[in-house]
C-alpha cells in the first residue's frame, strides 16, 4: 500500500516578483551572469562569423594543408566543436561559482519570507491526532484512500 506523507502543504502567497528584480542581490546576480555570457557569447558568434566567412571567400587559405589530408578548415570547424564544449565547461563553473549561491541565497530569502505558519486543517489535525493510536506496532500503514494502481 502506498502511504502519502501527512504534512499539509498549506497556501503560500506568491513573492512580489517586482519587489525581488529590484532588490540589490538579484541586480548582482543579474549583473554576474550578463557580465560572463554576453562577452562571451559576442566572441563566439564573431568566431563562428569568422569561420563561415573564411569558408565562403577564402578557400584557398582553407584548403591549405597543415599535415597529410589535414586542412585549416578542418582544423578550424574541430576547434568549432572543441570551444562549444569548453565554453560550456566554463559557464558550469562559473554558474556553480558565482551565481548558483547568490541565486541559492534569494530563493531562501524569498522561502522564508513567504511561508506563513498555516493552521492545519480539520482533516489533517483529525489524522494528526489519530496518527499516535496508528504507530502502535502491528497496526501497518496508515491509510490515505489511495489506492495502488491494480488493486
Sequence with gaps: MITAPN???GQHDPPDYSQVQSSPEFTELR???RSFAFPLTLAFVLWYLGYVLLSSY????MATRVAGH????LVLGIAQFVTTFLIAWWYSRHAAARLDPRAQAIKA???GATAAPQTPAPQTAARQAGAA????PGDGPEQT???EAGA
Excluded: S
Design 7 to 9: 504534512a499539509d502543504p
Design 31 to 33: 549583473c554576474a551572469h
Design 58 to 61: 577564402a578557400g584557398d587559405f
Design 70 to 73: 589535414l586542412n585549416v578548415a
Design 109 to 111: 530569502r524569498l522561502e
Design 133 to 136: 493510536q496508528a504507530d502502535a
Design 145 to 147: 484512500g489511495v489506492q
